[in-house]
């Protein structure tokens, strides 16, 4: 797998940051969390005039193998159709984007279906969806190898174009059962507690889906023990379970996160699905988490544990589970408002008011 050179924020400026802070005109500690979040994104930027230049939102879509087994209430084709939705305008992507200002990249990193003549889709197609983790890895190394390279390509074009702040989203139908499994791998948490409706599924339609992604992770920890049996001791033949059960959009956005925090970007986490892929990021990297802000909790069962178990906060609980990004680029107001703040809020010796603690 490509490397990346992250490396924890520096602390050197942060009492600096801290200073300026307690020292605008209000009484210490009144803004609360926006006072965290300036805090944080100084640290990111190392400065104490930070910025949210040319936010830019990439849009990740691929199909997934495990769709087939009945495990998401609406069928593959919704990838592709939404995919072409997107370059007409008519998301609810699009709608935040225009909102707050963020160029968006709709990129197919493996939908199911020729979109290599639609205008505004940026064609990095891998395969056209992956294979089927009930029975097999959902890709191969060398696939897994691409996606990661794919995202950080495109970051470094956001990069390019001057952007401080990245957000990511996906579409890609089913993609709530690789991030549960990914939780529980990660976290240990039992793997009842995270799953959940997806996308809607009833009560019988949930417990199936539990069915065959138990029966999935226990076809895994099989296949790890016949690879490792007869190998010398030391081998490395430990199947990953990001490419095991991963899917494109979801390992190129592990590969974005990991080249946005290498370029110190703010990165905006989105719900279940780019969580369960900030995780992800953070078994390779732990110091990527530096620069995350997780943006909005989901109703998605287990979201919170998730997020619990990462020691992260979310910004916003609006009930939203539409994925695509949308709970990030909600929250980015708030983001907004704590830059501002920094930079745009007097202090209480130009202000002539009285310091008072």
């Known amino acids: 797998m490509k490397s990346f050179a992250i490396q924890p924020v520096d602390q050197t400026i942060k009492p600096s940051i801290l200073a300026k802070?307690?020292?605008?005109?209000?009484?210490?500690?009144?803004?609360g969390r926006l006072e965290e979040l300036a805090l944080q994104i100084c640290l990111i930027q190392q400065t104490l005039e930070p910025s949210l230049a040319h936010p830019c939102h990439l849009l990740l879509g691929g199909d997934h193998g495990i769709e087939r087994e009945g495990v998401s209430v609406s069928p593959r084709?919704?990838?592709?159709?939404?995919m072409i939705n997107f370059t007409h305008g008519g998301g609810g992507v699009n709608m935040f984007c225009r909102q707050h200002g963020f160029k968006l990249r709709i990129v197919d990193v493996g939908v199911d279906y020729d979109l290599s003549?639609?205008?505004?889709?940026?064609?990095?197609?891998?395969?056209r969806g992956t294979k089927n983790f009930l029975y097999e890895p959902a890709m191969s190394e060398a696939e897994f190898d691409r996606a990661i390279q794919i995202g950080s390509d495109l970051v470094d074009d956001c990069?390019?174009?001057s952007c401080r702040v990245l957000s990511i989203g996906e579409m890609g139908i089913a993609n709530t059962s690789p991030s549960s499994i990914w939780m529980h791998l990660f976290t240990g948490i039992p793997l009842a507690d995270c799953i959940g409706a997806g996308a809607g599924l009833d009560t019988p339609g949930i417990q199936h889906k539990y069915q065959v992604l138990s029966q999935a992770v226990n076809n895994y920890h099989l296949s790890n023990l016949r690879s490792t049996s007869g190998r010398s001791q030391g081998e490395n033949s430990h199947l990953?379970?990001?490419?095991?059960?991963?899917?494109f959009e979801m390992v190129a956005a592990i590969g974005a996160m990991l080249k946005a925090a290498e370029k110190h970007l703010?990165?905006?986490?989105?719900?279940?699905?780019?969580?369960a892929c900030a995780l992800a990021a953070i078994?390779?990297?732990s110091a990527a988490q530096d620069y995350m802000i997780f943006a909005h909790c989901g109703d998605e069962s287990g979201h919170k544990r998730m997020l619990d178990a990462m020691g992260a906060n979310a910004l916003l609980h609006l009930g939203l589970r539409l994925g695509e990004g949308t709970g990030a680029l909600c929250a980015f107001p708030i983001v907004d408002s704590a830059v501002r703040m920094m930079n745009e809020m007097n202090n209480f010796e130009n202000a002539n008011i009285t310091k008072y603690f």
């Open 117 to 127: 003549g639609i205008d505004g889709i940026i064609d990095r197609k891998i395969a």
């Open 77 to 82: 084709e919704v990838t592709w159709q939404q």
């Open 266 to 275: 703010v990165i905006l986490v989105d719900g279940f699905i780019m969580t």
């Open 159 to 161: 990069v390019a174009e």
């Open 21 to 31: 802070i307690d020292n605008l005109n209000k009484p210490k500690g009144s803004l």
């Open 283 to 285: 078994q390779l990297y």
């Open 240 to 247: 990953s379970p990001l490419s095991y059960f991963g899917g």
